[in-house]
T-cell receptor
Framework: GENVEQHPSTLSVQEGDSAVIKCTYS??????FPWYKQELGKRPQLIID?????GEKKDQRIAVTLNKTAKHFSLHITETQPEDSAVYFC?????????????FGPGTRLSVLP | DGGITQSPKYLFRKEGQNVTLSCEQN?????MYWYRQDPGQGLRLIYY???????QKGDIAEGYSVSREKKESFPLTVTSAQKNPTAFYLC?????????????FGPGTRLLVL
């Protein structure tokens, strides 16, 4: 089955710097890759996603890149702000005729230092 | 944040006791999911349901049971067979079981063992 690894597990950056989180997946059939942000004590919320037919997607300060050949995708946050501090989860969805089963990475705790 | 709710926010279980976590959604979503979240780990799928009166085991279904008698409700029972139930439980829903549909999460229930 699909296996998703995520690095780093913790990341501290100074406010205004960029942050990059990388995920690798094992199933070449996976074709949808969402990123979720979970603030302390709150529910995960989708912040950006990418499908396998594109290599990059951007939404203001957040971007995601996908390398299907290498089977990895990355989240890029530019001009980080204290409110970006949270745990970020990546996920991959393997092709499944019986419905979707997200496989999540273990998460990255991002701390933005003022 | 509305649309999908979970109760209670905190739940305490005594040894040998079954407890039931509630998940309700008014989004008219067909698919619903239960995840378990442990510190330092990603979200792991317990059970999912693509439609009323249907549900499938996820990766860690042992010691859990579910029902889907109504479209808007997907309760999870943590049975006495689950030997390590302490965790944060998240319910999610999506419009349908088609791949790549966004999942929306509830606020979560934290289960603690007395």
């Amino acid at each position: 089955g699909e296996n998703v690894e995520q690095h780093p597990s913790t990341l501290s950056v100074q406010e205004g710097d960029s942050a990059v989180i990388k995920c690798t997946y094992s199933d070449s059939a996976s074709n949808y890759f969402p990123w979720y942000k979970q603030e302390l004590g709150k529910r995960p919320q989708l912040i950006i996603d990418i499908r396998s037919n594109v290599g990059e997607k951007k939404d203001q300060r957040i971007a995601v890149t996908l390398n299907k050949t290498a089977k990895h995708f990355s989240l890029h946050i530019t001009e980080t702000q204290p409110e970006d501090s949270a745990v970020y989860f990546c996920a991959a969805i393997p092709f499944d005729n019986y419905g979707q089963n997200f496989v999540f990475g273990p998460g990255t705790r991002l701390s933005v230092l003022p | 944040d509305g649309g999908i709710t979970q109760s209670p926010k905190y739940l305490f279980r005594k040894e040998g006791q079954n407890v039931t976590l509630s998940c309700e959604q008014n989004l008219n979503h067909d698919a619903m999911y239960w995840y378990r979240q442990d510190p330092g780990q990603g979200l792991r799928l317990i059970y999912y349901s693509q439609i009323v009166n249907d549900f499938q085991k996820g990766d860690i279904a042992e010691g859990y049971s579910v029902s889907r008698e109504k479209k808007e409700s997907f309760p999870l029972t943590v049975t006495s067979a689950q030997k390590n139930p302490t965790a944060f439980y998240l319910c999610a829903s999506s419009i349908s079981n088609r791949p790549q549909e966004t999942q929306y999460f509830g606020p979560g229930t934290r289960l603690l063992v007395l």
